[in-house]
């Protein structure tokens, strides 16, 4: 248990190098008890920032490896919303958004106040347009996690709905909100970057990718 908790401590500072010392945390946690479910669901979190936000796995692994992870979650607690919710995130990134849906609808089902499932939720709606349901989805999650280690990425998702919206001003706004309280995501200095420059705002953009 201590482990895991100096773990999610890493996992939230959300950068590259803290998400290797949590994933390393999180696999001495397995060592020493196998069947701790929700240390496999927080290795599966670190696989997938690995592939999708730092680039430091090669995506296709780094998100097979996130879907081990989760699916044992899963298998060892089979009523745990966040293990579900953690699946359902796992499943979207590889595209499969049908049976992330379903997923994130049972961890609901399970358990209404799980914020990993408003965030999974959210993210997945987002990601199939209906942009403006996916922010109250993270709206609640943040509400109910305000010191969640996903707040950064959830703040990053906001910011890239109203990109996808070609809200690109909006954008900017969120996404410098979300990096003033975060500095080191790199992520969301893409989104800037890219929203920027949808705006002709050049120097300002190229100096966000040299951020990311």
Not at 81 to 92: F, G, I, M, N, W
Not at 115 to 129: D, R, V
């Given at each position: 248990w201590e482990l895991y908790q100096r773990g999610m401590w890493h996992l939230g500072?959300?950068?590259?190098?803290?998400?290797?010392?949590?994933?390393?945390?999180?696999?001495r946690a397995i060592d020493r008890d196998?069947?701790?479910?929700a240390a496999h669901v927080a290795l599966s979190l670190t696989w997938l920032r690995a592939g999708t936000h730092y680039q430091t796995t090669?995506?296709?692994?780094?998100?097979?490896?996130?879907?081990?992870h989760?699916?044992?979650g899963v298998e060892l607690d089979p009523?745990?919303?966040?293990?579900?919710?953690?699946?359902?995130?796992?499943?979207?990134s590889r595209g499969d958004m049908d049976n992330a849906l379903v997923i994130a609808r049972h961890a609901l089902s399970a358990n209404p106040n799980c914020?990993?499932?408003?965030?999974?939720?959210?993210?997945?709606?987002?990601?199939?347009?209906r942009t403006e349901e996916g922010r109250q989805a993270l709206g609640v999650f943040a509400r109910l996690s305000p010191r969640d280690p996903s707040i950064p990425v959830a703040h990053g998702l906001i910011a890239i709905s109203?990109?996808?919206?070609?809200?690109?001003?909006?954008?900017?706004?969120?996404?410098?909100?979300?990096?003033?309280?975060?500095?080191?995501y790199a992520l969301?200095?893409?989104w800037l970057a890219a929203a920027l420059g949808q705006l002709g705002r050049t120097e300002e953009a190229r100096a966000a990718l040299e951020k990311s």
């Open positions: 500072k959300a950068d590259a190098a803290r998400n290797d010392e949590a994933r390393g945390l999180f696999e196998p069947m701790f479910a090669p995506l296709d692994e780094a998100i097979r490896l996130a879907i081990v989760a699916r044992k009523g745990n919303a966040d293990a579900q919710a953690q699946l359902a995130k796992a499943l979207s914020a990993q499932a408003h965030w999974a939720m959210g993210a997945i709606l987002i990601g199939t347009g109203y990109y996808f919206e070609r809200d690109y001003a909006r954008c900017v706004d969120v996404a410098r909100r979300q990096l003033s309280a975060h500095p080191s969301t200095y893409r």
